[in-house]
């Protein structure tokens, strides 16, 4: 029997289960949901963004430490690899700023519209509603899993059922008790991507806006670490698009961060954000701009002066952070008053005392320790005939496609490893 099982219809299940019946198997993908491919239609604001064009070791570089695991598979399969594939399925793609992969249509459904003509094509058995309870095991090796109570039985078992986050798409941390009942580590789960909260009501009041270009520095202090209770700093910066929510931050910028963030605050560190909300101008630069603002506008309120400067809704906010009435004039600005401000518009300081949840969470930081699983063919080294794919795996990356693409390769793999495991 050369049959392989897929557990979970996401990127890495679906282009598995493909892989696997290109190559001879016969698959049933067994997908918990109605429908597969759920998150992919979500996915980068409905338009998905599959990858990206950077090269491979750039591209490693977004995985942080744990990106070497993939060297292996992006040999094989990698981002011209996955636009010939989809190309080669009739779906056209574009790549946008920042070396982003989309459809060129822009359609997230697209892709899996795409997915599933491909998989239909190889007489791929998809059984929806199919959720996946345990794996079975007889003398140490796998025989198939239990899904909706009834056994299902396969040479080879492809576990590719997502992370925890945004656990309405149907990947809701199943994939960990899946994995671990067979042995498998779980380095501890956290959300990535993920939206932060603020101290304070600074956020509260600028609720709904969106800024664009804004300078963000991070600042991590160790409370406990140091000689003597001194404090050791950690900083970065980032640069760009930030959105202010009731609750806190998030936008791009923000979530590019947000690994670092949550990391410190579980290790019980203080966690701090300073923005810059004019990167481009230097200190001096600023106060030129400033005192051109003050002269032109001499005969104007403050506030009507100011919003030259910065969006309306900042305005107020600006004026009692840093104690000026709205409606004395801009000439009487003094020296001192200007200095305030110019330190305020490149300092704006935020505490941060948590982040939002799995459900607002783009990935899964965490999962299956790449210690156990064999980067050439994705194998368990904890149960022969296991595979795993995909977001389960300890595997995380910045924004900017680079999940996406490490999905569909890991799955590519799995699905080849699979067959070969049937035919040995
Ligand atoms: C809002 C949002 C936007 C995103 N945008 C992008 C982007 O533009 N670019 C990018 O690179 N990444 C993006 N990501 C991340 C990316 O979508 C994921 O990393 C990727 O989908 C992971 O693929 P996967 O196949 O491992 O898991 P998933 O896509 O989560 O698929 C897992 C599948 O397994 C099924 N399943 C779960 N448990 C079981 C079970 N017990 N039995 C059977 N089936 C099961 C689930 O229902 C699901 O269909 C985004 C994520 C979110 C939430």
New binding site residues.
Partial sequence: MNRVLV???????MMAAGQAATHGAEVVL????QR?????A???KGR???SNSAELPEFIRHFGRNGRFLYQAFQHFFNQDLIDFFEGQGLKLATERGGRIFPAQGNAPDVVRTLRQWLEELSVSLRPN???EKLLIDNGKITGVLCNGHPVYGRAVIL????A??PA????G??YKLAASVGHSIVPIRPGLVPVITQGDLAQRLAGLHLRNVGVRLIINDATGGKKGSKRQKKCTAFGELLFMKYGLSGPVILTLSNQIVDALQADKQVQLILDLKPALDEQKLDARLQRDVQNRHKEPMQSMLRGLMPEKLVQVCLDEIGLAPDRLAGEMRAKERKRLRFWLKNIPLTITGYRGFTEA??TCGGVSLKEVDPRTMASTCCPGLYL????LDLQAD?G?????A?FST?WIAGRSAVEHCLN
């Fill in positions: 557990i979970g219809g996401g990127p890495a299940g067994l997908e918990k949901m597969p491919g759920k998150k992919i979500i996915s980068g998905c963004n599959l199919s959720a996946v590719a059922p997502g992370g986050s945004y798409t149907g990947s809701s199943d994939g783009i990935i794919a995909g977001e389960v924004t496609g680079y999940n996406l693409q999905a799955g």
